[in-house]
């Protein structure tokens, strides 16, 4: 067993050590000048096989009230150690990110390289075609209504003046929706055209009425090139006292001139709808050729647009109007047929197919 006289003398060496070890560290530190430095500093100083941590083990060795002298300081100096080594690392961090904002201020990057593009969406091409008709007739004092695109037979032929087994009903392949009434008949359906909003509008106001309709139109329809089991189709209707033809065409003039340039000119020839009398087809003389003949217009010269007329007096009558004080026009028309004939698209089924190469170009 060691003689117990040799404890003083063991702990005032550690003591003495503990100093040594303090003042070296103290002075290393001094000439430190990076990262790596300092870790090495830390290891060596504060890490696992270093001085102080040798003597932290050994002070269990000694006497109690030694071990509380010595192990007090050798803790004390640790902790200054490691305080300092902390407070270095955080010192040397925001140099570092100074250094690296300062080289960005002083562009040291390449600000010619090409930025990554910023990939934007867009408006479908109906329906920024959908908003630019609204437009036009909006600034013509109409308001703009939506409808359901689920509607009853009710609204969508019978009101229109298109009875149940009128031949009539055969100008729209229409979805019925299996769903039965008391008698056992199907009421139901897709809507075939916009048209039914005509008869909602008229319900809920009074004239005047001024009012157009965009939506999504349905019909059981084998699709090709020009047909869609779905479309859209924009409306129209006016209706006051003292309203005439001379109304329709004005009105609709102005908006093919707005819609394919100034200078457009309009044919009107008739045509049948059961909910205006009379009907009319209203077609602009072809913007490719002038009227000339070309392949857009099938060498006629003139491009069919849309469908209109003055609305038949029992329509009014239908929904409660007086058609010996009330006349009004109503228009319809296709607005995939509107973009196709202004963008050159010959397929419809282009539309809805999305296909990006496609939809990007709009
Ligand atoms: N609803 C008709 C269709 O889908 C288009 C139409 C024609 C609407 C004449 C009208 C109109 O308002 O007056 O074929």
């Not at 303090?22 to 890490?47: N, P, Y």
């Not at 002298?69 to 925001?94: C, Q, R, S």
């Not at 349905?218 to 699709?223: D, S």
Request: glycine share 8%; with cysteine; charged share 25%.
């Amino acid at each position: 067993m060691t003689p117990s006289y040799t404890w003083p003398i063991i702990a005032n060496d550690m003591l003495k050590k503990l100093e040594t070890i303090k003042a070296k560290a103290l002075d290393e530190l001094k000439h430190i000048a990076s990262v790596a430095e300092l870790e090495a500093w830390r290891v060596s100083h504060l890490g696992k096989k270093s001085e102080l941590t040798g003597i932290l083990r050994s002070v269990s060795t000694l006497s109690p009230d030694q071990r509380k002298a010595v192990g007090a300081f050798a803790n004390d100096v640790k902790g200054m150690l490691e305080m300092l080594y902390k407070e270095n690392l955080t010192a040397m961090k925001e140099q570092l990110y100074e250094g690296m904002e300062t080289a960005a201020k002083g562009e040291k990057f390449d600000i010619t390289l090409p930025g990554r593009p910023v990939s934007s969406g867009r408006l479908h091409p109906a329906t920024q075609m959908l908003r630019e008709v609204c437009d036009v007739f909006a600034s013509l004092g109409f308001q703009v209504a939506e409808g359901p695109e689920v509607e009853w037979e009710h609204y969508n032929f019978d009101t229109l003046n298109i009875p149940a087994d009128h031949p009539a009903r055969d100008m729209w392949d229409t979805f019925w929706i299996d769903h039965r009434n008391e008698k056992g008949e199907r009421h139901m359906l897709l809507r075939t055209h916009t048209s039914p909003m005509q008869i909602r509008v008229m319900e809920k106001t009074k004239p005047p009425v001024r009012v157009v309709v965009p939506g999504k139109c349905y019909r059981y329809e084998a699709t090709d090139a020009r047909h869609e089991a779905m479309f859209y189709q924009i409306e129209g209707l006016a209706v006051d006292e003292h309203i005439t033809f001379a109304d329709l065409k004005g009105t609709l003039y102005e908006f093919a001139r707005r819609m394919f340039g100034e200078e457009r000119r309009v044919r009107f020839r008739c045509d049948y709808f059961p909910f205006v009398e009379p009907g009319v087809e209203m077609a602009i003389d072809c913007f490719v050729c002038g009227g000339k003949g070309c392949r857009l217009c099938s060498d006629t010269g003139w491009i069919e647009i849309l469908g209109a007329g003055m609305v038949h007096p029992q329509v009014l009558r239908n929904v409660g109007y007086d058609p010996e004080k009330y006349t009004g026009y109503a228009f319809g028309m296709g607005v995939e047929r509107i973009s196709m004939l202004r963008y050159g698209i010959d397929d419809i089924r282009l539309f809805y197919s999305n296909d990006l190469r496609f939809l990007k170009q709009f």
